[in-house]
């Protein structure tokens, strides 16, 4: 039976997002009275994830004292990419989970692994159905014939959760960035996908932050 730890990207500047960022970390911004990165790290305990790391950059001596008496792990990994700041922390699980600290997502853990493992792929992916923010018209010779108001595409986004076996960490050290990596894979048809219906939420912006504060709220966390 493999050990699955986590490893949470927490190192963005969090720009957009100024002047909350100006002197905290993303993750440690409040939604509904508690930090960000708190619900996360709750999500992945109640699914049995013990082993869990924060990839912090920006900030990371308030992640640290944050997490002091805790067993969560903060390892300074810089300002560089995606890849490399998984590269930066130590290797102590058979396989990880990979996941955004300004993400909130009620994917089902256990599952997700499940589905990995019946896959056998390097790595799994979770995926959310695209919605257009924007009302769509089908248009010809200048005339509208159909209109659908913000409708869900035939694309799906990347949330994170990726789990990653020790073959995609190879992978991941000979790529130039985590994009690369990912092409890599896909190229190699070793990554696997797991498609998630239920609350997803992502903070880059004030505008997003509210709608995470209503997306807790509806689902009553």
Same mark, same amino acid.
């Given at each position: ?7 949470? #990207? ?10 909350? *960022?100006?002197? #905290? ?41 944050? /997490? ?8 300074? *990994? ?18 990880? !989970? ?54 869900? #595409?035939? /694309? ?12 995609? !960490?190879?992978? #991941?050290?000979?790529?130039?960035? /985590? ?43």
């Amino acid at each position: 039976m493999t050990t699955l730890g986590a490893i949470v #990207l927490c190192g963005g500047k969090g720009m957009r997002l100024r002047p909350l *960022t100006e002197d #905290l970390p993303k993750p440690l911004v409040p939604i509904r009275g508690r930090p960000i990165i708190d619900y996360i790290v709750d999500h992945l305990t109640a699914s049995g994830i013990t082993n869990i790391t924060l990839a912090g950059g920006y900030r990371v001596d308030k992640l640290s004292s944050h /997490f002091k008496d805790s067993n969560v792990q903060v390892v300074d *990994t810089g300002d560089c990419d995606i890849a490399r700041r998984i590269e930066k922390v130590d290797y102590g699980a058979d396989e990880y !989970l990979i996941l955004y600290g300004d993400t909130l997502s009620n994917v089902d853990l256990t599952a997700l692994e499940a589905h990995h493992r019946h896959n056998n792929r390097l790595a799994t992916v979770t995926v959310w159905p695209m919605t257009s923010p924007f009302g769509l018209f089908e248009i010809e010779n200048q005339r509208a014939l159909s209109y659908v108001e913000k409708p869900t #595409l035939a /694309f799906w986004i990347n949330i994170g959760y990726f789990i990653l076996t020790r073959g995609a !960490l190879q992978t #991941l050290a000979s790529s130039r960035s /985590f994009e690369d990596f990912i092409a890599s894979l896909v190229n190699e048809q070793q990554l696997g996908t797991y498609q998630h219906h239920g609350l997803h939420v992502t903070v880059n912006t004030r505008a997003e932050l509210d709608d995470a504060e209503t997306a807790l709220e509806d689902w009553g966390l």
